[in-house]
Structures are given as structure tokens and as C-alpha cells.
């Protein structure tokens, strides 16, 4: 155990109870195609929209845990890894795995992510996941690490979200209350009362959704944590903006949109729609009322957001190449109608017109390009408008992605 251990009750806990379960082995048939979510390799176009995926950077995992750093190493042998956790005992797993796998581009630190500027590094890619809400500043620790990004670098932040979660904090004040430490005894008594609860207990949905209360120390991670600050949307863009950085976006737009979860018919839709950006983020969030984690990426402030941002307020959008997100299947129905699966959202099935275009979509092809393939009759007006509300609800429902017009050039 660490002299910070010692202090830490953080840092105590991570010794004790590495997260999340250790891997043994990277390139076993089940765990080599294993990204995280949030792997530039699936989100490059919502990242950097402005320019072609790059596989050489220089990546940091901030509060690695056991396995993430040594993972992002694997996957992207051309690029620098820096993974940094308080917990050395989780370090000891990643270091394993680096010598396991011969890892020679990562590199492991004990260290806090708030004193990162201690490295006299800059990073394109940085993966907080889990971790700053865990912090006694989380402001602190995401400005420090806004520090160590490059001009165009983007952040990657997964946070506890406060709704979603109101079960787990109902049971952590109900362990607390009882004074439970994180002993394997009190680990005990947790998963006794877990199997005791009434299935009408608002906890019921949350085990079901989550990859956290199969194992020890994620029930100790969920049940008996020691700091766990959780987030609103309004929250999360307040840290983003204290900590002097810039929002970007969702990673996924499904959960704050109202496409997704109201018909368009309802007499509601239309003054929920007509919210301002953030309020209309804020009110999807009540209205879902289980969205658990909100993971979104930030960048600089000072990065021009004509490179980064999406908006089909303009006609712009016409010249975007629309990228199909990579877990995304196309199926078609007997009648020749494009169905666009992506689990666990529900399937959409496209009209005749928009299965035509979209058809089209091959990653290369901008929007324009994809009218032009197919030739419609109708005035550019007409298409133009049906283009844009197809797009735009591709987008808010997490199917599409887009490329910036000169991005693929
Ligand atoms: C819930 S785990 C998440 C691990 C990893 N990001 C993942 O998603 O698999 C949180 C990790 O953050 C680390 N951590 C907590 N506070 C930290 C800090 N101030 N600086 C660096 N790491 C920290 C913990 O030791 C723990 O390994």
C-alpha cells in the first residue's frame, strides 16, 4: 500500500479493490476485439470531424484502473500510452499486461491526474472514464488535465449521472447509516440486502443495466464508495466550463434528444423540442429518467469550433459525409426499406426515399454527393429540407456521424 493510501480514502479503496476486474490477457479471443466506447478508433468522427482517423497519437488514461491503459496500448501500437492511477496495486495489474503483451509504447505513473502537469507532457487524446467524480475537486482535476492537452486534443469524460443513479445513492446512505465500511463482512451484509429488496425497489433497473455488480470490487465501487459525486447534465457542462475548456458533445445523442423518446405527434414534443440547447439537454435527462452516466468529450477553448461543431442551421450541412457509427447494422425488409439496428436502441425503419439516399451513404459520399447518385425530382428546396430533417434525426439518435466538408480531401 502507497503512503497516499494511507490517507486516501479514495486511493485505500483502490488499493484494496482494483477496478474494474483485472484482464489477464489482452489478445484472448474474447478480449482482442474489446474497445473502450469511447476509443477514438469509434468516435474519430465525432472527435475530429474535420480530418481522417489517425491511429499515431499521443494518448492519456487518467485514473487507468486495472486495464484501460495497457488496452489503449494494445490497440494503438504507433501511438505514446501514459496511463496514471493513485492505486498501485491496480498500476501493478497494467504493468503486467505491458510485459505480457510486450508493450513498449506504454508508459505507467503513479501519480494524482491533478498534478499532471508534473509529466511536462501534451496529449491528443485524453479518457477520464469513472474517475472524476471521485475527486474532492473534480473542477481541479479536469482543468489540470485541460492543461495537458494539445490545441486540438479532445477530452473524454464519463461521470456518474445523478437520476439515473438515485438507487445506488438511496442504498450507499442506507450502508452508511449502518456504518459499513468495505470489508469482505460488510461486503457481505451488501449483497445480502441486495437479495432482500423488494423488486419495486428503484435500485432493480439500475443492477439490471450495469457490468458493476457482478464482482467484488464493483459492488464496492457502486455500494460502499467512499467519494461519489454525481452529475446533471447541467453539472457536467457547468465543470466543463470552470474547468476553462469547451463542450463538445454527447457521446450518445439518443438520451438527450427528444427524437428518440417522445412522438413527434405528442402534444409535448414541440415545446420540449423548441428548448434552447442545453435546456432541451437538461429536460430529456428528466424526462428519461435513467440515463446513469453522462460520457461527453470537451476540448480547448481556444480550438476553432468551425472544426468541430455540428449544426444544421445552415445549409452547410448539405457537404457533411455522413459516417455510420461502427456498431450500427443495416438491414433491409422484404419491401427493400433500410432498417437501422443498433443495440439496445430500438430499430428504425427508413422510408422508401430515405432508404434510397442513405444507400448512397458510403463514408466517402457527402450529403450532396448522395442527392445527386439518386437523382431526386423535386426542387433542391424540397430536398434540401427532407435531407436535413433525415440527417438531423440520424445524428440525434447516435446512428450517423459527419465529416466535415475537406475532412477526407
Ligand atoms: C472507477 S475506476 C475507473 C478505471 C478506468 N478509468 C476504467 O474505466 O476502467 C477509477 C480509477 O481512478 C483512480 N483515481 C481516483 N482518483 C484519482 C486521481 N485523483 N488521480 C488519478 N487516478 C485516480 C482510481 O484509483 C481508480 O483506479
Redesign the pocket.
Known sequence: MTDNATVDP??SQ?ERWI??EPVEDLSAPQERDLRAGCDPARLSAAYWPDRRPRTAMKILV????A??AARYAFHYPESRVVG????AA?LAHERRLKERHALDNLELRLE???HIACLGESFDFIDT???LH??PDPTQ?LRALGTVLEPDGVIFVMLYAKYGRAGVYMLQDLFRMMGLEQSERDLALVKDCLSTLKSDHPIHRYLRQSNDVDYDAGLV?TFLHRQDIPFTVQDCLRLVQDAGLAFQGWMENFFYYPEAQIPRDAPFYAPLDGLPEPLRWQAMELMHGHVSQHAFYACRADRDPATYRIDFETDRFMRYVPVRRWDLALQETPAGLLVLERAPYPPLTLTPPQSLILRQADGQRSIEDCVREVRFKDPPEVVRHFCRALFQDLWRLGLYHYRLPGALG
Open positions: 479514495v486511493a483502490y477496478y474494474p487518467a485514473g487507468c484502473g486495464n484501460l496514471i492511477d493513485i492505486s491496480s494524482r491526474l491533478e472514464s469513472g474517475v471521485h475527486l482535476g465501487d
